[in-house]
């Protein structure tokens, strides 16, 4: 049923996804929709639900790339209620639905209390794909779209207590590393999360390190040879 579902609002989805370039786009939400899947597979919840409203999770940053602003999730309620019109639901599956999309962003790290299992798995599957080896080139997709520099000598690096999405955008997109992204390994709410996040934080503050230590000129430098004898 979830599949027959996700193919009728494909094209709604589609349609107001496919100009995206800030790593909001289409392949992000079906990303975010199968992690989530994979997830609640593990640690229960509503299939439907879960599915549906990772699906639809980021209307609010098409909302917000129109009005050039921050919109918050719980201001795409209407718009998503509007693109449910065309499926089958009954209210209470709407309801749960649109509630997963306005708290997701909610972190129980800033001291807010979510508690919904469904909601819980949305925000770890998001918080997954913002992650790892595609949350690189997600992270730098989102800079280079809002004219974030890469990377700015003048700024600690100190990790702020705590993380808000609607505080405006980061001094630069290494500084996002250490402002969220390192934090989310530590605070995904479901164990298969945690777990599925461990790999994915490492990679990045791999790749970290290497960017500054290339950035300062600071590395050891190691030849070609020397990498290929090592493995």
């Known amino acids: 049923m979830l599949e027959q ?3 009728k609002l494909k094209p709604y989805v589609i349609d107001l996804f496919n100009k995206d370039s800030s ?5 992000h939400l079906i990303r975010t929709m199968n992690t989530a899947l994979y997830i609640q597979e593990k640690e229960g919840g509503d299939r439907i639900i879960i599915g549906i409203s990772a699906f639809l999770h980021d209307v609010h940053r098409i909302m917000q790339n129109e009005c050039g602003k921050y919109v918050l999730p ?4 209407s718009k998503i209620k509007e693109i ?3 499926i089958d639901l009954t209210d ?4 749960k639905i649109c509630y997963c999309i306005e708290y997701h962003e909610e972190y129980n790290w800033n001291g807010n209390n979510v508690e919904d299992i469904n909601t819980l798995i949305l925000q770890d599957a998001d918080n ?6 595609i949350g690189i080139g997600r992270a730098f997709s989102y800079g280079g779209s809002h004219n974030i520099m890469m990377y700015d000598e003048k700024m600690s690096l100190d990790e702020n207590d705590n993380y808000s999405e609607s505080n405006g955008n980061d001094s630069s997109t290494i500084y996002h590393f250490y402002h969220k992204l390192f934090k989310l390994g530590d605070n995904m709410n479901t164990e298969t999360a945690k777990r599925l996040a461990c790999r994915r934080i490492d990679f990045m503050k791999t790749f970290v390190k290497e960017f500054l230590d290339e950035w ?3 590395y ?4 070609c040879n020397d990498n290929k004898n090592s493995l």
């Open 128 to 133: 997954l794909d913002a992650i790892g080896a």
């Open 74 to 77: 719980k201001d795409s309620i």
């Open 23 to 27: 790593g909001h786009d289409i392949s």
């Open 216 to 218: 300062y000129a600071s």
């Open 92 to 95: 209470e599956q709407v309801s």
């Open 220 to 223: 050891e430098v190691s030849s």
């Open 5 to 7: 579902y996700i193919e």
């Open 84 to 86: 449910l019109q065309h």
